[in-house]
């Protein structure tokens, strides 16, 4: 399941890509125009500045940016750079330990194939085609 986080760092992604024309965009009129905490978006901002996603400055006149055009950024990038895994089951997240059970497990076939299913879904829709 998607966090909190993730859905809203998306949100913030999606309102940035509407309002880039405006150029830096204050987080508290993305905070007010998506009913968000700008407690909450500033803990999520780290995270998408820290991978490259968005851009800022403080003072008058700060506030936040894409790096890039909407279309340029997949889903899939926003969500990884907030989440701490995407994978449907703990078995297959990127730290898990190897199981013991997986050589005769009759179900991780399946958790495989909706992992992909989820990847390619993420990482093929981007931020342009949410705007």
């Not at 500033?42 to 506030?63: F, H, S, T, W, Y």
Request: with cysteine; hydrophobic share 35%; proline share 4%.
């Amino acid at each position: 399941m998607i966090s909190t986080r993730g859905r809203y760092a998306l949100r913030v992604m999606a309102d940035l890509a509407i309002h880039q024309g405006d150029g830096y965009v204050p987080m508290k009129d993305v905070a007010e125009r998506q009913e968000l905490s700008l407690k909450y978006l500033e803990q999520i901002l780290p995270a998408l500045k820290k991978n490259n996603l968005v851009e800022g400055i403080q003072g008058k006149g700060g506030g936040y940016r894409l790096t890039r055009k909407p279309e340029e950024y997949s889903i899939g990038e926003v969500l990884r750079a907030t989440e701490i895994d995407l994978a449907p089951v703990s078995c297959l997240a990127h730290d898990a330990e190897e199981c013991n059970r997986r050589p005769q497990c009759k179900t991780i076939k399946f958790w495989e194939g909706l992992n992909e299913v989820i990847k390619n879904y993420i990482d093929d829709a981007t931020l342009a085609d949410i705007m």
